[in-house]
């Protein structure tokens, strides 16, 4: 390289190090990063958060915003990878924002929400479910959904309750959320007096499932519940109907989405999910479910509301603590109730919701989904 | 866990196998070129993740338009997948390894590894970063045993992966025993410098050599798209690593070596998932490669006198 060459090229980097460190938008937004997945295998679960909470964040700023401000919804892309989610936290303290919606799975929650409660930023997860992420004793950390912990016993008491299977395997894909919710059912089915044959853990990204069901089907396995996200449950739904496995499958909410269908084809048809209520079906949402109709949205995902949720929250604590202090904000969400799209929320101490219920629907081939009972 | 199933360990062998095949495809790209130029290519994986994303794409089109025999779909899909993957393998060695040649060794494995990163990114951005799913275009297949009991199955597309790896693998061999450019690889691989003074034009070797490991990486995505039905831009990186070890087990720079190797990962893979955990099944095709360079360092069908790296 020539030294005319050189200095065209410094002179070139120079202008874009100073156009990144242009002028700062003058502070009269305030910002909510919305962290999630919009790329990777489960980016699916992120459009859903990202949908919610972008519509909150319109509706909200429509009405007039908060306290004379807009808010502003920045989107953070952590691919549902724990580091890149580490990266993510860092470029939000960096940014100094103070508000998160997000993260979305409980992998990359975990280690993010360290950086927030250090920095004081105020994170609400409307996904992330396993239950360690609250038992930090951290103070900025919430959640507007349900935690494994409940979501688990749910699909645990109807295994032993309801279905009785003689013989009874438990997988997951040996992630915080997977296996945490595989320990979970394990629990209370063993509770209720069944021993799972098998209790194994699955690669996450594994796309060959043949040795294993083949293993399963020797074993008479007749049910089988899988701790983890949809990829590898439906691979292994479309195997085992290949194989000529006919045990049925259940999932907790991480699997219960389109996708499953256009994997698994007709196999996804009669596997049992545990998701949260479809708030969508409330009545008292009747006009917000309009709205994102209106926009051609699907409001019936899992994670939606939740998100939704999220980000009113944090409005309506900046409204009501009359401060844009996160810390004193946390405060305030801990001590007030809300309304919001999942009904009448209130956290405990350590940023749980109070109530949460899932509900056990069978999915059906064509991905729509019926609850059962 | 109940006794021991002659049955199940004919179901595990045969999973073994199918999923062998597939690692061998990808492992033999890995071998020949390691056998010619003494490096590995580290792009390779991608190369593999596009054919799998050209034979889905391939097979979907093909579904639009009506065509529904499952030999023109394979043949149509094989085509046309093994055509755009050569290209991609040809891209490669011309810009990642020809202007790179007589550099020090690292210089173009490190180029290797930035054409894999790019690639990976370059399908990310152009196909989207999800799973792209297709359903089954050939299902069916052959139950043997007990009416009521454990019955193998033996499914179509197995068969399918089968006969599709042994054409291509005789083809290959035919190709490099018998005919005028297998014959300049096989004196490249021997000496490189030697076969340039003899008058082989060794760049064109080389670019064969990676256009044809491409090919064999395109059927095995093609395959891997019909069995499986799902492809993402991550996948390259598990299935080379894995086809990689594939290469060394059985001897890299060995072609035999690479289909043999294929096989015993898969057999491997299969039967840790069977009699210990699924978890496991890495662990085994790892510690397996481990244990038989500890023993012949040049794998199970390697040359002892290669002292390459």
Redesign the interface.
């Known amino acids: 390289m020539n030294t005319i060459n050189r200095n065209v090229l410094s002179a070139a980097v120079g202008a874009v190090i100073l156009s990144l460190g242009g002028p700062a938008q003058a502070q009269d937004t305030l910002k909510i990063a919305i962290a999630g997945p919009t790329?990777?295998?489960v980016?699916?679960y992120g459009d859903m958060q990202m949908m919610g909470a972008k519509m909150a964040v319109e509706q909200i700023n429509a009405k007039g915003g908060v306290n004379g401000k807009k808010l502003e919804a920045v989107i953070m892309d952590d691919?549902c990878e724990p580091k890149q989610a580490v990266a993510v936290a860092n470029q939000i303290v960096n940014q100094k924002i103070k508000y998160v919606v997000g993260h979305l799975c409980s992998g990359s929650t975990q280690p993010a929400s360290k950086l927030y409660e250090d920095e004081g930023i105020l994170m609400i997860t409307p996904a992330a479910t396993n239950p360690a992420i609250t038992q930090q004793g951290y103070k900025m950390v919430f959640r507007t959904i349900g935690t494994d912990d409940q979501q688990g016993p749910t699909a645990g008491k109807y295994i032993a309750g309801t279905i009785k299977p003689k013989k009874l395997a438990i997988?997951h894909d040996?992630q915080q959320y997977g296996e945490g919710i595989a320990k979970e059912v394990r629990k209370t089915v063993e509770a209720g007096g069944i021993k799972p044959v098998l209790f194994?853990?699955?690669?996450k990204?594994q796309?060959?499932?043949?040795?294993?069901i083949?293993?399963m089907?020797?074993?008479g396995v007749e049910f089988i519940y899988y701790g983890g996200y949809h990829?590898e449950l439906?691979?292994l739904l479309?195997q085992s109907k290949?194989?000529?496995f006919d045990a049925k499958y259940m999932g907790p909410e991480g699997v219960g989405n389109k996708?499953i269908s256009?994997?698994a084809?007709p196999a996804s048809e009669g596997l049992l999910v545990t998701l949260p209520a479809d708030f969508s079906a409330d009545p008292a949402n009747a006009d917000l479910v309009a709205a994102f109709k209106a926009k051609n949205q699907d409001p019936t995902g899992p994670f939606v509301m939740p998100a939704y949720a999220g980000v009113q929250i944090i409005a309506d604590a900046i409204k009501g603590a009359k401060t844009e202090d996160a810390v004193k904000l946390a405060d305030y969400i801990r001590k007030n109730s809300f309304d919001t799209p999942i009904g009448k929320v209130a956290f405990k101490e350590n940023g749980d919701l109070k109530e949460f219920e899932f509900v056990i629907f069978t999915w059906h081939a064509d991905a729509t989904k019926t609850p059962v009972k | 866990?109940?006794g021991f199933?002659l049955?199940?360990f004919l179901?595990?062998i045969i999973?073994?196998l199918?999923?062998g095949s597939i690692y061998a495809l990808i492992a033999i790209g890995y071998t020949m070129v390691y056998g010619i130029i003494g490096m590995i290519n580290f792009a390779h994986g991608e190369i593999y993740m596009i054919g799998a994303y050209v034979g889905l794409l391939v097979i979907t089109a093909l579904g639009l338009f009506g065509v529904d025999s499952i030999s023109m779909i394979l043949l149509a899909t094989l085509a046309i997948s093994i055509l755009v993957t050569a290209s991609y393998g040809w891209t490669v060695e011309r810009l990642a390894y020809r202007p790179l040649r007589g550099s020090p060794r690292l210089v173009p494995l490190i180029s290797a590894i930035g054409v894999s990163i790019f690639l990976q990114n370059y399908v990310?951005l152009g196909q989207g970063?999800?799973?792209v799913?297709m359903?089954?275009v050939l299902?069916g297949?052959w139950?043997f045993g007990p009416e009521g009991d454990?019955?193998v199955?033996l499914?179509y597309?197995q068969v399918l992966i089968a006969v599709v790896t042994v054409a291509f693998m005789t083809g290959l061999t035919l190709f490099i025993g018998r005919s005028r450019m297998g014959r300049a690889c096989r004196a490249c691989s021997e000496d490189r410098a030697m076969a340039n003074l003899l008058g082989i034009d060794t760049d064109r070797v080389i670019a064969v050599t990676f256009v044809l490991g491409a090919a064999l990486a395109a059927v095995a995505g093609v395959l891997?798209s019909m069995y499986?039905?799902?492809v993402?831009p991550?996948?390259g990186f598990?299935a080379g690593l894995k086809a990689f070890t594939a290469a060394v087990l059985g001897g890299i720079g060995s072609i035999p070596g690479a289909m043999l190797g294929g096989v015993v990962l898969g057999l491997a893979?299969?039967?840790?998932?069977?009699y210990l955990?699924?978890?496991y099944?890495?662990v085994v095709a790892f510690g397996l490669l481990i244990g038989v360079l500890l023993v012949r360092p040049t794998g199970l069908l390697g040359r002892p006198d290669v002292e390459k790296v």
Do not use: C, H
């Not at chain 1, 194994?200 to 690669?203: A, K």
């Not at chain 2, 893979?269 to 069977?274: G, L, Q, V």
């Open positions: 790329t990777g295998p980016a699916q691919a997988l040996k194994e853990g699955v690669n990204g796309t060959d499932f043949s040795a294993l083949t293993k089907k020797k074993e990829p439906g691979l479309r290949e194989q000529g996708d256009a994997i084809g | 866990m109940s199933s049955l199940e179901q595990q999973n073994g199918t999923l990310q970063a999800r799973d799913s359903q089954p299902t297949g139950r454990f019955q199955y499914s597309m891997v499986y039905g799902l993402n991550f996948i598990m893979e299969s039967f840790a998932s069977a955990q699924t978890e099944k890495d």
